[in-house]
């Protein structure tokens, strides 16, 4: 069974910055793509960061310059720093592995950003 823990969300001020961690277990993520998505209240979850297992990696406009995705496949982590974090950042963010059929995800992690 494939469990996907995410930590390292907090509370931030303006122009701060957070690492997000994903922890997989019961898989070898090495072939899969894995991701990250973001969803705010009332808000549908959109795409964050998706690192493909051919080494590819696409951002959501909203991030791109600011947030960095890593993944270190020896020790089944995903990450993802978050830098010049904005109001607009605030949300729960959600680890993801892609797989057919279904896709696993994690529980979140809340990033908070306010002065």
């Known amino acids: 069974q494939v469990q996907l823990a995410e930590s390292g969300g907090d509370s931030v001020r303006p122009g701060g910055s957070l690492r997000l961690s994903c922890a997989a277990s019961g898989i070898a993520i090495r072939l899969y793509a894995m991701g990250w998505y973001r969803q705010a209240p009332g808000k549908p979850r959109t795409l964050v960061a998706m690192?493909?297992?051919?080494?590819?990696?696409k951002y959501g406009d909203a991030v791109k310059g600011r947030f960095t995705v890593s993944r270190d496949n020896a020790k089944n982590m995903l990450y993802l720093q978050m830098n010049n974090l904005q109001p607009d950042d605030t949300a729960m963010y959600y680890c993801t592995l892609v797989r057919y059929p279904d896709d696993s995800w994690g529980q979140g992690t809340q990033v908070t950003v306010s002065p």
């Open positions: 690192f493909y297992s051919s080494g590819v990696i």
